[in-house]
Structure formats: structure tokens, C-alpha cells
T-cell receptor
């Protein structure tokens, strides 16, 4: 039972353009969502999060949008840079003091020069 | 602080052998988590500790798996009688309880069972 789904295994974007990564969830109890970035041979690194009381959170080039009615969130990266090439995971939890995160399968983002 | 450390980085073992992994969390973090990641999948929750108490275990954690955090600092994850299906990246993470941001992960231990 995949409660968090990232349906695009890979995405290729031109440098300077917008990257949009999508994530869907099925468990309506989830109320806190996070994005992690992972480089090869490293552990995932926290990127940005959003609580269900908001529909948007922004941090520099990264913006996360949450559509609760559609159970959908997206990560926008503008402008995309070569160093953004990595695997991106979305994750969800019940509560902000997250004891347990449920991760999606990941999307490999490649930024082309 | 050097972040979350995991040892070893890689482990190759024969089926049926026991293996033990170690995780050293960020020193002031009272929570410690173990996750497992297989190829093409995201990390899957295995268990977590608050200080030395193991508060939740996933059904993924069969009776061949045991985790400890004896003094509320480092943790060990032991797999007994390894099977080929145990081959995966084992990730450790730590956090402060009640934080509103994600945990800090280590670089993982890659286990290959042959």
C-alpha cells in the first residue's frame, strides 16, 4: 500500500527553467509534508516542508504547494541549476513532531546545461 | 558536530551470517530512527528511539532484526541469519523531538547478501 506516490521516476529540465516535481498521497491523516534531496552515496537532506494549514511555503528558489482536496503536493525549483541534479523524495507524516515519515519512491531530476 | 555517522559504509556478507551496523547521531538529538531503502524505492521506516526507549517498530522489522540504543546515544541494528532480501541501504537519522523540520540522515550502510 503505497501511501505516498511520486509517479515520475525521472525528469529532465534545462538550466534556468522551472523544475516541477509532483507527489500524491492517499492517507488523509497526513498533515505535514517534506521534501528531501539525495545525492549519490549520501543520505537524504531536508529541503523544505509544509504544514496542512498552509497551501504554499517558499524558501529561496524552492516553493512547495499543497492541494489538500486533491491530496497533491508539488515542489517548484526556479531557476533550476546544475547542482539541483539529484533524487528528490517527498515524505509525509501525521503531526509535525514527526516520529515516522512515509516516503515516496523518488524522482531523479537532471538539469541540463 | 560532524552530523550522523554510520559504520560500516558497505558490508558484504554470506547468506545466513549475522551483521551489525552502528549509528552515531548528532549529540544533542534525543530521537534516532532506522530506515531501509531498496533500489528504486524511498526509505521505509523500521524503528525509532526516544533516548534509550524503542517506541515504535515497523512490521518490516522481523524477529531477525533487533535494534538497541543502550545509553540513549549511539544505536546498533543487528540482522541475524541474513537473507538475500535483506540487501538494501540501511539509513539512520536523528532529530530533536517536536521539531518542525525533517531529520538529519547519515550516509547509510549498504548491505549486500550473497
Amino acid at each position: 500500500d503505497q501511501q505516498v506516490k511520486q509517479n515520475s521516476p525521472s525528469l529532465s529540465v534545462q538550466e534556468g527553467r522551472i523544475s516541477i516535481l509532483n507527489c500524491d498521497y492517499t492517507n488523509s491523516m497526513f498533515d505535514y509534508f517534506l521534501w528531501y534531496k539525495k545525492y549519490p552515496a549520501e543520505g537524504p537532506t531536508f529541503l523544505i516542508s509544509i504544514s496542512s494549514i498552509k497551501d504554499k511555503n517558499e524558501d529561496g528558489r524552492f516553493t512547495v504547494f499543497l492541494n489538500k482536496s486533491a491530496k497533491h503536493l508539488s515542489l517548484h525549483i526556479v531557476p533550476s541549476q546544475p547542482g539541483d541534479s539529484a533524487v528528490y523524495f517527498c515524505a509525509a507524516s501525521v503531526g509535525q513532531g514527526a516520529q515516522k515519515l512515509v516516503f515516496g519512491q523518488g524522482t531523479r531530476l537532471t538539469i541540463n546545461p | 558536530d560532524t552530523g550522523v555517522s554510520q559504520d560500516p559504509r558497505h558490508k558484504i556478507t554470506k547468506r545466513g551470517q549475522n551483521v551489525t551496523f552502528r549509528c552515531d547521531p548528532i549529540s544533542e538529538h534525543n530521537r534516532l530512527y532506522w530506515y531501509r531503502q531498496t533500489l528504486g524505492q524511498g526509505p521505509e521506516f523500521l524503528t525509532y528511539f526516544q533516548n534509550e526507549a524503542q517506541l515504535e517498530k515497523s512490521r518490516l522489522l522481523s524477529d531477525r532484526f533487533s535494534a538497541e540504543r543502550p545509553k540513549g546515544s549511539f544505536s546498533t541494528l543487528e540482522i541475524q541469519r541474513t537473507e538475500q532480501g535483506d540487501s538494501a541501504m540501511y539509513l539512520c537519522a536523528s532529530s530533536l523531538s517536536g521539531v518542525s523540520y525533517g531529520y538529519t540522515f547519515g550516509s547509510g550502510t549498504r548491505l549486500t547478501v550473497v
